[in-house]
């Protein structure tokens, strides 16, 4: 009997099949990542990464909002920028994008089907050799190189993934590294403690490309310090070689996403008593004291840059910064009632999130939570639910690490009997739909509702809660 013949695989639903550990755990230790998997599919594919000067961002929470600042600003400058994140909220190709404007759906596929063929080789080896050939992301990032270097990218602005020193992004070749914050996240694979997981992050350092880093604690930013130091890279620190001060906004912007700050940098041989570089009055479209310090890292890259030979004036640094946008990133969608969504899913994201939120009397505070399985999620629960008078606890559905809402509740429910003095009504919703139905229903203009505890559970609500204010409440 002959086989029954199959159906030719497109080259979303090879990319689909691959291992993805957005979707699964990894392995403890970080044993899924192998750079040298990764290397071998460039080179299958030319190398286009060789051809890329880059800008490499690492860190555990801000490294996505510094990338989507530095493209913004090079891109000001008329340098032509890609940039690589990941996750992406709505369309797979929103995570390699050039001059702010996403890869064309036509040009994505038909280079996912070209590095397709490249893996197919590439499986009977690996497969062979480690038991598994190149996941979901390392393809997507080959994609992204590929792209990158056909359409002649004078900078390509690189988030990692997880981690850095295995994480497939730490095969490009830096002209600067920025390391933005280093707390708990990713503690199976990355390590229990502050200083392992810096270890990790710094794996991105090369040899002589210098270095910015906002991380302040003292173990995490010794260990980064001395891995740049046996690197010969010079490191630039915050609140030592550069720094940033807060400018108040007006009251009439006192519940919008602006925050205004100056950004200093002392001269080298006198950083106490002297100033470099003064640079008054910049603006970003979002709040909070860490968008602010993840600004300055963009400040402190693109004076690294200029030391180079990179023309960026100060003019495109204001209007890069100005400009930027950061979807679910403390994004408020609404001014009264206030409503906030935010991507934040550890306990040091959450407290900068609390921190953003705009001072006022609100008549009440709802919470719309949800959170995935390899989280902290007493963490967050610890430090987020005394904020709110209510929290409705729901799962994101397009993707299966989501914590049952109803194992949610008990968290939040042996927080509070530790903790008597706090009570917020918890309510538990099946879907996010759900959720932000019995949300919506009871939103008065003076009230706010922040929706947090996962990018998955942003990208879900963004698109309902977007559609509009009237229509979004399912009839």
Known sequence: MKPRPTSPVTPLE???????????????????????????LLRALGNPHFALPSVHVAGTKGKGSTAVMFSSVA??????????????????????????????????LALLAQVRDAVHVLDRHWVEAQGAGPTFFEILTAVAFLYFQRASVQLAVMEVGLGGRLDSTNVCLPVLSIITSISLDHVRQLGDTVEAIAAEKAGIIKPGVPVVSGVVQDGPAGVIAAIANRESSRIYKLGLDFDFEMVASPASEAR???AAFNYREPAESQRANS??????????PARGMHQRANAALVCCGVERLRQAGWQIPDSALREGLANSQF?????????????ILD???????????????????????????AASQDKDVDGMIEVIIPFFDRVVLTRFLE???AVAPRLLAEYCQNFMERHPGVAPEIQVAETPADAWSECRRSLGPDDLLCISGSFFLAAELSRIVQMGWESALPS
């Open 256 to 258: 919008l996403a602006i």
């Open 399 to 401: 993707n299966p690490r």
């Open 327 to 339: 979807p679910a990133r403390t994004q408020i969608v609404r001014d009264r009632p206030l409503i």
């Open 75 to 108: 891109a000001a400058a008329g340098i032509r920028t890609g940039l690589y994140t990941s996750p992406h909220l709505h369309a797979i190709e929103e995570r390699i994008a050039i001059d702010g404007r996403p890869i064309p759906t036509a040009e994505f």
């Open 343 to 369: 991507v934040a899913h550890n306990r040091a994201s959450v407290e900068a999130l609390l921190e953003a939120i705009p001072p006022a009397n609100y008549r009440s505070k709802t919470l719309l939570f």
């Open 14 to 40: 090879f990319l689909y099949g691959r291992i993805n550990y957005e979707r699964t755990s990894m392995p403890s230790g970080g044993q899924g990542l192998k750079l040298d998997r990764m290397r071998d």
């Open 275 to 284: 100033l470099r570089t003064r640079i008054d009055g910049l603006r970003i």
